[in-house]
């Protein structure tokens, strides 16, 4: 049988003591479009990062089509941080950008060559965005950078997305060619995670969605999970009561540098 | 004995020193604190040793040692240092530290350019810029009129700074307070924020200039941050975090005076060792944020953790065995001694039993345990064989009242779905 | 050359050497924002050199230099130790571990100063403001070959320091030892300090680590050649700085060179094509004009609309109008608006643009109210601006809307 692109079991995640997923549990099959969906403060990106091994698990596991994530992921982990997460104002040009896609690819030392030059003005071109390509990264407009950002993970050419909100304050016309491109790499059988905030477009875009607040609250293809119910139980009041207790096992714990911020806070 | 102690300590001559130096080191921490909270504290570095081409030119142009015109050239400058950076970040697309970077190397290097250049007129040196002259606070003495003894006439700008830091803190104390925790509330509040940002400045720039002809520009960089960062590692509000901050600057100046005396060194530079030497100890032995504290807190913790759970295993052994327990090595060993010694079981072995009091533990606990269980299952859909591990962990934070409140929701869940 | 003795020959290599290092590591530093970080080491070298001269009790620069490496690298590691463990932010860990560790540095060198009677202590004293004229040919060459490696490094793993610079998150997904990386790039930095320390000092090598960057970074865009413009402006500056100080002998080089590339730097400030600010105070004044030339157009295209060919200057002008006279002068001269008397009147060409501009407007409204929602940093725009970005089916759509939104308005 065929291994799932991607399997969590039993996941938890605490930052500094304070638990901010607990027992999350879900596996996804190939070629599939995941939309996660979940409040603020919900730890969709924390999740995000668990599958990447970009923040330490407490217990449980996560398997990459089978297998546990190792320090050589390029190949099979594309990943599309927020927008915010960078510089902006950093002295790179839109190409730069994008050839760093390559760059697990060529491995040390290796420089991007005309091949790689090639294929990155490609993936500007499958974005729209290929008269960009010699622009300043400062140069950009919002939904141009998020363009720039997804244009470098295609040049990643992996199996497996993650993308962290790529439709955050983008224009209509970035969302509509950030979709197509998106159905462009589930027709080659690409799998794709995407944090999503728009309940409006949870249906039409995604395959199978992930609700989330702390917990899992359920996990399936859209049409059985994306009910009323589910996003009652997901969005609802009554999480609070594991919120405070959260912040029970946090007091407990001692709250050193608790002056600084969440990590799914964003930054 | 005790008295003569003290004053082979505190001789007339390190007594001005010790003077000098701690109005110096609690106007430092005054206003750094300040600096600290809004995350200025490089400013201290940078107007330091900005302020060098300000005195000399001002030593230049009066051709005299005399403070005034010093201090005022060594004040502008001051000032040139924080609005060059500032402007620098917000209109030259410069970040912030760099523009500082650039700002203060650059007058420092025309400061002592313009020393060496006049080196023949000027009698000043970059040593005494770096560590200043506090050795010599003794040798020039002047007596205040409405006073019998005499003092250092060095103390008399840092006492004077002192107190109008002071008597401005007290007066813009609200102000100050608001501007440093969220300015954008401030700014609704219709403080005018660049004002108070600018005083403050003003503030830091005038203790710069008068305690580094004392202490030199190296003691007042630790003397802004120091206090200030060891008093935000004891006080969670401002008001005793000032207070905190001065006292540490009282504290550190003693033990520096004093070092620096039996060492035989400088005492800026012992001062600094000494704010350096007092904050470790505090990083280490806070009450509320230390290093040991901390540990005693989780391992203590850990331990009640780890008792309870023994406990509640050995309690549930009665009704069934053969489950494996969670808690192994040492960390059982130590719960069932802390579980015997709180009287909680009847002696200190793996075989022990649960006292009667122990037993009543132990019930509240399941009682939480099932709770919580109930919460998930009914709240969260959480499937049977996820229950054991969260609630596991969980019961030990559930205090009575958010238990209570658990259990009231679950009874009206119940009684709405029966209705 | 005249007057380029053997010595300030030695001095001039060493300290254009140093500047190219200086240039590539500061560029480093700068990205990650970590400036006054330098700033930080080199003050937290001191008591490493004033411990390495007490237990070795000689003064030989190789290992005080050895000294100042570990212990700025211990300042180093506390400073970001501090903001993880404790509430302490990371200025405040700066400015503690800079403040600390040069009080120590003083503390032990006045300790030396007293207890050790030797007239070769004057070499920790040239480490606080730098003896650059003392550069001997050793250490000349011992600078240039510390420079050659660091170049050497940063030449070959570029690729690896600009993605950890730049995102290290999405370094880290993509296998990159981000974590080490910067590690390293903090070692380079270090050894950068130490080498600057005997010639330029303690307080200025900041100057020689940042002001290079800055300078170049007002000047280009690109990762790669920012750091050759920084090593080209360090080594220029050193160099120059090293030349001007031997030429006035009272002068120190140190200070010299700092004042060099402050200068440079002011220059830049000024001058820079794109980030300067003389360019972007003239772009500034540029977009005001335009759009103030357009507004003048529409005003007098409404006038001609209501059959007022002509309109009075007071009736244009003036801050309620928000057309000032140089827009005025502009549109003179691009010759779309003319003077009659005293009113003025559009040209044919001027119409013809009006009528250009205002559609074009019209057509961006529709847009507008047509996309839901729309990429915010695209809202001024001209009129050309407007015409390239609506693709030509869009166009033609948005003016079937408009006119049947007139029609069914008058109707």
């Not at chain 1, 999970?225 to 001692?254: I, P, Q, S, W």
């Not at chain 3, 157009?297 to 006038?303: K, T």
């Amino acid at each position: 049988m065929k291994s799932p692109a991607i399997e969590v079991h039993d996941l938890t995640v605490a930052y500094r003591a304070k638990p901010v997923l607990w027992d999350i549990d879900f596996s996804i099959p190939e070629g599939e479009m995941v939309g996660i969906v979940g409040p603020n403060g919900a730890g969709k990106s924390t999740l995000m990062k668990a599958i990447l091994g970009l923040v330490p698990i407490s217990s449980g596991w996560v398997q990459i089509r089978g297998e546990p994530i190792s320090k050589d992921r390029s190949s099979t982990l594309g990943y599309v941080p927020q927008r915010e997460s960078v510089d902006w104002d950093f002295p790179v040009t839109v190409l730069d950008v994008v050839l760093m896609g390559t760059y697990g690819r060529l491995g040390w030392f290796r420089r991007p060559r005309k091949a790689e030059r090639e294929w990155a003005q490609d993936c500007l071109e499958g974005l729209g965005i290929s008269d960009l390509a010699s622009r300043q990264i400062s140069e950009l407009s919002g939904g141009q950078q998020q363009r720039v950002f997804l244009a470098r993970a295609l040049a990643q050419d992996s199996e497996i997305y993650l993308m962290d909100e790529p439709f955050a304050g983008v224009d209509a016309a970035t969302e509509e060619a950030i979709v197509a491109l998106l159905k462009k790499l589930r027709a080659r059988g690409r799998t794709v995670m995407v944090i999503h905030h728009d309940l409006q477009t949870v249906e039409n875009y995604f395959d199978r969605v992930l609700l989330i607040n702390l917990r899992l609250v359920a996990a399936g293809p859209t049409r059985e999970v994306f009910t009323r119910e589910n996003l009652l139980f997901t969005y609802g009041g009554r999480l609070t009561v594991l919120d405070e207790a959260a912040e029970a096992v946090r007091l407990a714990h001692g709250n050193a540098g608790n002056l600084k911020r969440h990590p799914d806070a964003g930054s | 004995m005790i008295d003569l102690f003290f004053e082979s300590l505190f001789s007339e001559v390190n007594f001005s020193i010790l003077l000098v130096a701690a109005c110096a080191s609690m106007a430092c921490a005054l206003v750094g604190t300040f600096l600290v909270l809004r995350r200025l504290s490089l400013l201290g570095d940078a107007i330091s040793h900005g302020v060098l081409p300000g005195l000399v030119i001002g030593f230049i142009v009066s051709g005299s040692r005399d403070l005034p015109p010093m201090l005022i050239g060594a004040a502008v400058a001051a000032l040139l240092v924080t609005i060059a950076s500032d402007w620098l970040r917000d209109h030259g697309m410069i970040d912030g530290n760099a523009a500082m970077g650039v700002v203060f190397t650059t007058l420092f290097a025309l400061g002592i350019v313009l020393m060496e250049s006049h080196a023949r007129s000027v009698d000043l040196d970059p040593g005494c810029v770096l560590y200043g002259q506090i050795e010599l606070a003794p040798l020039d003495m002047v007596s205040l009129p409405f006073l019998e003894t005499r003092v250092p006439r060095s103390l008399l700008p840092i006492a004077v700074v002192l107190i109008i830091d002071l008597l401005v803190v007290l007066a813009v104390w609200k102000e100050l307070k608001i501007c440093s925790f969220d300015p954008a509330l401030a700014r609704s509040l219709g403080i005018n924020v660049r004002l108070v940002h600018l005083l403050l400045m003003l503030l830091v720039s005038m203790t710069t200039v008068a305690c580094f002809e004392s202490v030199g520009s190296v003691l007042v960089v630790a003397m802004l941050v120091v206090p200030a960062a060891t008093a935000q590692l004891l006080c969670n509000r401002l008001a005793p975090m000032v207070i905190v901050a001065m006292a540490a600057g009282c504290v550190i100046a003693v033990v520096g005076v004093l070092g620096a005396d039996h060492l035989d060194t400088s005492v800026p530079g012992m001062m600094a060792a000494a704010g350096g030497g007092l904050f470790a100890f505090t990083v280490v032995l806070s009450p509320s944020h230390g290093l040991i504290s901390r540990f005693y807190r989780r391992t203590r913790l850990s331990l009640r953790i780890a008792s309870e759970d023994v406990l509640m295993e050995m309690w549930n052994a009665r009704e069934k065995d053969g489950e494996e327990s969670r808690v192994r090595g040492r960390w059982r060993i130590a719960a069932i001694w802390t579980l015997w010694l709180r009287g909680w079981l009847t002696s200190p072995r793996r075989s022990a039993q649960p006292t009667e009091r122990g037993t009543r533990l132990a019930r509240a606990l399941e009682k939480r345990r099932q709770l919580w269980k109930r919460f998930l299952k009914r709240q969260l859909l959480t499937p049977e064989d996820h229950l054991y591990d969260p609630a596991h962990r969980i019961e030990h934070h559930l205090d009575s009242e958010l238990s209570e409140r658990i259990s009231r929701e679950l009874d009206q869940e119940e009684g709405d779905s029966s209705s | 050359m005249p007057g380029l003795d053997y010595n300030t020959l030695v001095v001039l290599v060493g300290t254009v050497a140093l500047g190219i290092a200086a240039g590539v590591t500061g560029s480093l530093a700068l990205l990650r924002r970590r400036s006054l970080l330098a700033d930080a080491l080199a003050h937290a070298t001191l008591p490493g050199v004033c411990l390495a001269y007490l237990w070795t009790g000689e003064r030989s620069l190789p290992v005080l230099l050895c000294g100042a490496l570990l212990s700025g690298l211990l300042g180093v590691v506390i400073v970001s130790w501090l903001p993880r463990v404790t509430r302490i932010r990371t200025d405040a860990a700066i400015g503690l571990v800079l403040g600390v560790f040069f009080g120590i540095g003083i503390a032990l060198s006045g300790h030396i100063q007293r207890t050790v009677t030797d007239a070769s202590q004057a070499g920790l004293d040239s480490l606080l403001l730098g003896r650059t004229a003392g550069m001997l040919f050793n250490d000349t060459v011992a600078i240039g070959v510390a420079s050659l490696a660091v170049i050497g490094v940063v030449f070959f793993l570029r690729k690896e320091f600009l993605i950890s610079c730049f995102d290290p998150g999405f370094g880290e997904v993509e296998g990159w030892p981000v974590l080490a990386l910067d590690l390293l790039q903090l070692f380079l930095l270090a050894v950068t300090v130490v080498l600057a320390l005997p010639a330029v000092g303690v307080v200025l090598t900041a100057a020689m680590l940042v002001i290079p960057a800055v300078s170049a970074r007002l000047w280009v865009d690109r990762f790669g050649i920012l750091m050759i413009l920084a090593a080209i402006i360090g080594g220029a500056t050193g160099g120059l700085g090293t030349l001007l100080s031997a030429r006035f002998e009272s002068l120190p080089a140190g200070p010299v060179i700092v004042l060099v590339s402050s200068s440079l730097f002011i220059i830049s400030l000024l001058c820079a094509p794109r980030r300067g600010v003389i360019a972007r105070a003239l772009r500034s004044r540029s977009r005001t004009l335009n759009r103030e030339t357009r507004r003048l157009l529409a005003l007098l295209l409404e006038a001609k609309s209501r059959g007022k060919n002509t309109v009075p200057h007071s009736h244009l002008l003036g801050r309620e109008r928000s057309v000032r006279r140089r827009s005025l002068d502009s549109a003179i001269a691009r010759g779309w608006v003319q003077l009659d008397g005293d009113g003025i009147s559009l040209t044919e060409g001027g119409h013809q643009r009006a009528l250009r501009g205002r559609r074009a407007l019209q057509l961006w409204h529709a847009y507008l109210e047509d996309a839901a929602s729309i990429d915010r940093d695209l809202v001024d725009l001209d009129e050309e601006q407007i015409e390239k970005i609506l693709p030509a089916e869009k166009v033609l759509e948005l003016e079937r809307l408009l006119s049947s939104r007139t029609e069914g308005g008058d109707g």
